[in-house]
């Protein structure tokens, strides 16, 4: 199994930043696209941002400009930079990774969330 942990999330004041973290650890074989979502209350699950094994970056129109996504293959880590934020990103963000086992099995493996809130 891989296992995902996030840490970094807290309470902002708006325009402030906060770097998110994500390290994956158990039976890796290999990690392919890594990625962040976030839900806010009452609302579905958004992709904010992926990055595939290669370097090549995804980001929702909302936060393109503002959080610059990157990871440590060495580390098998993700991180979320995130810039210049506005009381609209205030969600729980979920970091997730297309994983493959050393048995060879594949799936998508998720983080437990972190609270990221902005607020005066």
Not at 26 to 49: C, D, N
Not at 85 to 100: I, R
């Amino acid at each position: 199994q891989v296992q995902l942990v996030e840490s970094g999330g807290g309470l902002v004041q708006p325009g402030g930043s906060l770097r998110l973290s994500c390290a994956a650890s158990g039976s890796i074989f290999s990690i392919y696209t890594m990625g962040w979502y976030h839900q806010a209350p009452g609302k579905q699950r958004e992709l904010v941002a992926r990055i595939t094994s290669g370097g090549t970056t995804n980001y929702a129109s909302s936060v393109k400009g503002r959080f610059t996504i990157s990871r440590d293959n060495a580390k098998n880590t993700v991180y979320l930079q995130m810039n210049s934020l506005k009381p609209e990103d205030t969600a729980v963000y979920f970091c997730y990774a297309d994983v493959q086992t050393t048995t060879r099995a594949r799936y998508d493996s998720w983080g437990q969330g972190t609270q990221v809130t902005v607020s005066s």
